[in-house]
């Protein structure tokens, strides 16, 4: 699988299960990437991982706190309702403690200062012996741990997320998790940011029917995404295509590429599924089909390696034409 989710907040919508808002701004704080990121405050905020449950994995968050703090869990992974391990925040010596089921393991050095980005990323492999619990903190080892990191009868993790504290005001951003399958992404995220390319021209094949037309693209570039202008089609095997806005210039690698739709099926007459299309030169890779929800909402191809063949490049991700082909 390698890298199996990331979200760095950009669509203005949720990416998590539960807890938390989107902003773009709050409190004087912005986002470390982009334009959004999550703003936390004394709620449970989760993601239920796709495909899991994943015995190991790395996981990485930017994480940032604003002013006061009463101390709390700032980062936790779980089997159902089962916190495995987490790590919290001091609100006295502002060093992050780490602790295996409710069992405080240590601690990291760094102290973590008011109002800065950091970038936390943990491993986590769940055993009884050999277990694995390592912590960085932009990219410098802070803490290691190898021997029994399964505190109860759960062997695996299959979701992320923590019980935000009262009085607690965190943001986080760039949240992504590997897990230590396939040739890339297997390892240590590394603080790797998390950029949103827009529709902002026509592509080539334009099969479906824009409201209000007649562009199409204008009605596929706003964020947070607004159904209430749209492309749609009832023909099985149309295509739709947009070009995307280019990554930002700071780009000097990419590691993967998700292309993203937020649609939904008006009916349950075919076509009500779709399926996702990277074309590159004139070569159209076409996805795996994908069902659609029956109202709004994200449908989701994380691409580890370049259709075409090898890793991604800036070059080669920038010349991505995103495209959509209706399914039954
Ligand atoms: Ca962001
Ligand atoms: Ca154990
Ligand atoms: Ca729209």
Redesign the pocket.
Known sequence: MAMIFMTGAEWGINEFDAGGSIVTSKNGVLPRTGAYMYGITYCDWFKALPGGPYQELFCQVAFFYSDYISGGSIFGWRCGGTQLGYLRLNSSTRVIEVYIGSTLAGTCPLVILNRTWYVIEVHIKIADAGGVLEIRIDGNPQFAFIGDTKPGSETAIDRIGVYIAVNNDYYYDDVIVNDPSGEVNNSWPGGLKIALRLPISEGPIQQWTPTPGPGHYT????RP???????KTDVVGNIEMVQLSALPAEAQSVRAVQLDF?GLKMSTVAPTRLAPIVRLGEVDYIQATQDLPLAQGQVKTLLNTNPAGGNWSVAAANAVILGVQAKE
């Open positions: 009605a596929l570039d706003e995404p607004s159904g209430s202008d749209n492309v937020w």
